[in-house]
């Protein structure tokens, strides 16, 4: 990737760095690689050459958590990846996708039966299920935030395995997951897919659900294995956006590239579907079938040149792959082995997962990397998976548990247990999303501001932003560091007021975006400030009578430091601070 370089330093930083004055607004600036150190990072660096400052990474980038569906006991497996001694990972929330579910109730082919898990540039999950004589149905994971349904103030969620799980009871007995029945407060909403609204009320029953993909605009397309078609759905609320758009096969996973092109799997009928356009409501959505091998997992790579590489499992070639454009399919792999599930790493290389166990990456003209055999014996092998650490996962269906393989080498790192028989071989830890259809990274700090009820004023930056790239700033602020995912995060301009920000944390979380030639915004300093709390003695974020009255009220009174009642600076309050305070009203004659 390119990126532009600074050249010379920020004058507003510089200007900012040198304010004072009594009771003055704090500000915090953030420019040097000790700086962004304070953040955490997700798809950005500040590596020298381009040090000081934040770019995308070259290479691509996953998170560092792994979405597992555990299709036998219609459970969500949550699993922090971060290699810790010789513990792999470790399983740190479970989450119920059914009625009652959890306890191993049946084979991967019945029932609910998760098994397709799509992860957003902002880390939420979204999982479907298939639904064996059921509605196919998605459900979203909030990753950073929760909603606080019974009003205590905390998140409530599952926070390890089957034991932490939170309830999910059909108790009113219709059959449909309906908001007030969600107790995990990171489950943002459960949606049938078609929704039951849509259209008259169209629904397909028995439609079972085996694709699920994010596309550009940041929504979800979910294929229907039965009844050969797709739909649009947001990833706001889970409502049907727009379908059925025929496929013409059985639908068996998809992804969607950066141009907008859904590609999908269809087991059984040897076709990549090709459908284009899919960031528009209302279509066309012009349909292409390719002829290919039989079509298991597949997995998208991007080139220099910014094209299209679809890889695709399913047969014994190790892999097939199909390049946008090109007349026809071609067998690079140096090696053979019988595969469903194929991945890409972070770097563009391709993962196999050999159907008995065992896991084979190739470069991306076909030359083995690393050729490692099972960590479980034989087992029913079905993802393969990279983390943020470029590890490569396998996830084993029959042994219940996943085995992970140092991304350099394929060393063994160890093995996981999870649910009962995992099934995922969709992305699973964001890479599609981060390096793929949407080039994007995150930064996220959190600043101390010191006191209570601190009012927010402004986010400033100084950036380079390419034709076509994008910068996005949010904020959310509480008085309790661990009340913050519960607030929604707000967009924010740089340099404009912000509005509601009041706490003594507050979080703010840059996203920058690649423009479609793959070229990065580059961030060169931000500045966070708050509101000077002189004269705002209530701290709502407005000077008006009740202030005044407050001032009064303490005459004589030794001010605390950064006092608002002690508007002069001259350590006493005095009906001089009053007199001045009613010269700053918010509004005429210091109206509420």
């Not at 068996?252 to 269809?266: E, K, P, R, V």
């Not at 053979?336 to 990456?361: L, M, Q």
């Not at 930056?461 to 009340?483: F, H, I, K, Q």
Request: hydrophobic residues 35%; aromatic residues 8%; charged residues 15%.
């Amino acid at each position: 990737m390119r990126t532009l370089r600074r050249f010379g330093p920020s004058p507003v930083a510089l200007a900012l760095s040198l304010m004072v004055g009594p009771a003055a607004a704090g500000s915090w600036i953030y420019t040097s690689d000790a700086d962004f150190d304070k953040g955490l990072a997700t798809g950005v660096n500040h590596s020298a050459p381009n040090s000081n400052q934040l770019q995308l990474n070259v290479t691509g980038t996953s998170f560092p958590v792994l979405w597992i569906a555990n299709a036998g006991e219609d459970t969500l497996s949550k699993v922090d990846s971060t290699q810790i001694g010789g513990s792999p990972g470790r399983e740190v929330g479970r989450y119920r996708t059914w009625f009652n579910s959890g306890a191993y109730a049946h084979d991967a082919w019945n029932g609910p039966a998760p098994s397709r898990t799509a992860v957003d540039a902002a880390g939420n999950a979204y999982v479907l299920d298939r639904w064996f004589g059921g509605h196919p149905t998605v459900f979203k994971i909030l990753g950073s935030s929760f909603i606080d349904r019974n009003g205590n103030g905390v998140l409530d969620t599952t926070t390890g395995g089957a034991a932490t799980m939170l309830p999910l009871v059909d108790s009113n007995g219709n059959g449909v997951i309906d908001d007030s029945e969600i107790r995990d407060e990171r489950i943002a909403w459960v949606r049938r897919v078609p929704d039951g609204s849509y259209s008259g009320g169209l629904t397909r029953v028995n439609g079972i659900g085996r694709a699920l993909c994010i596309g550009t605009d940041g929504n979800l397309w979910v294929g229907l294995y039965n009844a050969y078609e797709y739909y649009k759905i947001s990833a706001v609320d889970g409502h049907t956006i727009a379908g059925p758009v025929p496929s013409g096969s059985p639908n068996y996973g998809c992804l969607i590239d950066q141009n907008g092109t859904l590609w999908g799997a269809s087991w059984g009928s040897s076709a990549l579907i090709r459908i284009a356009n899919t960031a528009s409501n209302v279509g066309p959505y012009p349909l292409q079938r390719i002829s290919v091998p039989q079509v298991y997992g597949l997995a998208l790579r991007r080139d220099a040149a910014n094209t299209t590489h679809v890889i695709m499992g399913g047969s014994c070639n190790s892999y097939v792959e199909y390049v946008d454009g090109a007349p026809s399919y071609t067998l690079p792999a140096a090696i053979n082995y019988c595969s469903y599930a194929v991945g890409t790493d972070n770097e563009g290389n391709i993962t196999v997962s050999k159907t008995n166990g065992g896991v084979v990456k190739f470069g991306p003209s076909g030359n083995v990397l690393w050729d490692k055999g099972s960590q479980v014996g034989s087992s029913d092998s079905r993802g393969v998976i990279a983390d943020a650490n470029n590890d490569i996962w396998q996830v084993h269906r029959g042994s219940h548990n996943m085995a992970k393989y140092r991304g350099s080498n394929g060393d063994f790192l160890g093995v996981l247990p999870v649910g009962y028989e995992p099934y995922t071989y969709s992305d699973a830890s964001g890479t599609a999303a981060l390096s793929i259809t949407t080039k994007t990274g995150s930064w996220t700090v959190t600043q101390d501001s010191g006191a209570a009820a601190t009012p927010w004023a402004s986010v400033a930056w100084n950036a380079t932003l390419p034709s076509g790239a994008s910068l996005l700033a949010e904020v959310r602020s509480a008085d309790d560091p661990a009340l913050l995912p519960g607030k929604p995060f707000a967009p924010a301009l740089s340099g404009a007021t912000l509005s509601g920000q009041s706490g003594r944390y507050m979080e703010l979380r840059l996203t920058l975006n690649a423009n479609p030639q793959n070229e990065s915004p580059v961030v060169y300093d931000v500045t966070l400030n708050s509101a000077s709390l002189v004269c705002d003695v209530d701290r709502d974020g407005a000077i008006n009578i009740t202030d005044i009255n407050l001032i009064r009220a303490g005459i004589g009174q030794t001010p605390s430091a950064s006092d608002p009642r002690d508007a002069n600076g001259d350590g006493k309050i005095t009906v001089n601070d009053a007199r001045t305070c009613a010269l700053k009203c918010s509004k005429p004659n210091c109206a509420l």
